[in-house]
């Protein structure tokens, strides 16, 4: 099958809609804009149960973001239309736990919210475009982490299966490949987003205790392998696993840096994908667990699940490479971690370095490590664009980073890595996962919004529209020729 060349999206920030279908309030739908003073993001990403109250209780003037997104639902055929025109292959979709359930526990589903997922599925499919379902995209029921603490509590898994169970009935037939958890690492980064769980501001360090972040990783991971289990006996789809990818480099040739490379890679990446694209726990984690104080509780069973309901391919986010210094060095941000400065790279505006280079080198390093086809999962370079005069985005810069990375993608495909897809992000601007701002813009399609809610929320095509589509459009016809 030829390569797939999409776009990405995510129910939080893109859809807008929180007052439609009776939604449930979910884990995203709490995280307050606060005007950025650094690349931290730990105040939008980490919050408390304070944060929580307030989010249920807001003050004069809070904006929730993750509440209006880029209001998708709004734009939704408008959008479809754009897709269509790019000629895209695939679009990644997630869908938004709370409303079909809306804390969770529901008997029965959102009937007008499953109606409302399936207009949005049809109509793509009708565009002939695949669907990429991410079943969860961060967005937790928010009644599930304040009565069980979130992912740490094993109710989830049956609970989530439920939710699983309802979507592979309801829209089987669209499904191409589905994904159970968006960036499975996200949990040890960032415990509030990948597992719902509470930061303590009393205690000490990070805010989490953890054995808690394990038991939810833990609880992810079989929870994943049973979607897996259940879904290949529903449905035709190839189902995956999906991680952000940090391709680590060693700051210089000092053994002491390289080692620090290859922990940090496997704590911050290998363990994640180990477990879902290789069916067990690695070596390296035993020391880990050891040397922290953590026990995982595995009941009868796990073991045989994680073993036998492995994932067909390994997606990824990629946005830039990370620097690995056994000395503390001057700082940088990279998505969700932060990184030692690469001498030899720049940065965006959020110090994330920008290294086509990486995405080749990271291609060849998932596809060695688990001989599964590979998927990139989301792809592009985060800029504040500047809407000019007449509705002109020249966003030449995005163009040259997107040039860039095909080119190393396809230098990693002659490299004989098997890669199924890849799929811009944002492909229609969204409000971003760390910062919450629409500032931080990722599309094609740029839409008029700023970072309180406030703007017409009309959509103009950007000049990398015009270079996505004629790319796109150039790469059917190769394999045509
Ligand atoms: C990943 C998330 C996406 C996306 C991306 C870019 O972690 O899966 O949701 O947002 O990061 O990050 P940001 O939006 O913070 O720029």
Not at 50 to 75: C, N, Q, T, V, W
Not at 384 to 391: C, K, M, Q
Not at 435 to 453: C, F, H, I, P, Q
Request: proline share 3%.
């Amino acid at each position: 099958m030829r390569m797939l060349w999409g776009g990405a999206s995510a129910s939080s920030q893109y859809e807008g809609g929180f007052e439609l279908f009776n939604k449930g309030m979910d884990t995203q739908d709490c995280r307050r804009y606060i005007k950025r003073t650094d690349n931290a993001t730990t105040s939008t990403r980490l919050l408390t149960r304070a944060d929580i109250e307030r989010a249920k209780y807001p003050l004069d003037g809070d904006f929730f973001p993750g509440r209006k997104g880029s209001e998708g639902l709004l734009h939704i055929d408008e959008d479809i239309e754009y897709l269509s025109e790019l000629g895209i292959d695939i679009y990644r979709i997630s869908i938004a736990w709370s409303r079909i359930f809306p804390t969770g526990e529901e008997e029965t589903p959102n009937e007008e919210a499953l109606n409302m997922y399936g207009d949005i599925l049809k109509k793509l499919k009708s565009k002939g475009i695949k669907i990429y379902l991410s079943l969860t995209h961060y967005a937790l029921p928010l009644a599930l982490v304040e009565k069980y603490g979130g992912w740490k509590n094993r109710k989830l898994i049956d609970l989530y299966l439920k939710y699983a169970k309802v979507i592979f009935e309801r829209f089987g037939e669209y499904l191409d490949f589905v994904v159970p958890f968006n960036e499975i690492n996200t949990g040890f980064f960032s415990p509030f987003n990948g597992l719902g769980l509470l930061r303590d501001e009393n205690r000490e360090g990070s805010g989490y205790d953890l054995n808690d972040i394990f038991a939810g990783l833990h609880n992810q991971f079989i929870a994943s392998a049973k979607v897996i289990e259940l879904g290949k006996k529903m449905l035709k789809a190839s189902f995956g696993c999906m991680a952000a990818c940090f391709c680590y480099y060693g700051y210089s040739c000092n053994p002491l840096d390289q080692l620090k490379t290859l922990q940090y890679e496997q704590i911050n990446q290998w363990f994640f994908t180990d477990v879902l694209a290789a069916g067990e726990y690695p070596y390296y984690m035993k020391k880990y667990f050891r040397d922290n104080d953590i026990k995982v509780e595995f009941l009868p069973g796990d073991r045989e699940i994680l073993r036998n309901n492995t994932a067909d391919f390994v997606g990824f986010s990629y946005y830039q490479s990370n620097v690995c210094a056994f000395e503390e060095m001057e700082k940088t941000a990279g998505n969700l971690v932060v990184s030692t400065k690469n001498p030899y790279l720049k940065a965006n505006e959020w110090g994330w370095q920008i290294d086509p280079v990486g995405m080749r080198i990271s291609m060849n390093k998932i596809y060695d490590r688990y001989k599964k086809p590979v998927m990139i999962t989301e792809n592009s370079f985060g800029y504040n664009d500047v809407l000019e005069e007449g509705n002109i985005i020249n966003d030449d810069y995005r163009i040259q980073y997107l040039n860039d990375h095909f080119e190393q993608i396809k230098l990693a495909i002659d490299d004989g890595v098997e890669c199924l897809a890849y799929l811009l992000w944002g492909i229609v601007d969204i409000v971003s996962a760390g910062s919450l701002e629409m500032t931080k813009r990722y599309g094609v399609v740029y839409v008029d919004a700023d970072n309180l809610g406030n703007g017409t929320y009309k959509r103009y095509k950007k000049k990398s529209f015009k270079f996505y589509k004629e790319f796109i459009e150039k790469e059917k016809n190769v394999v045509k020729s």
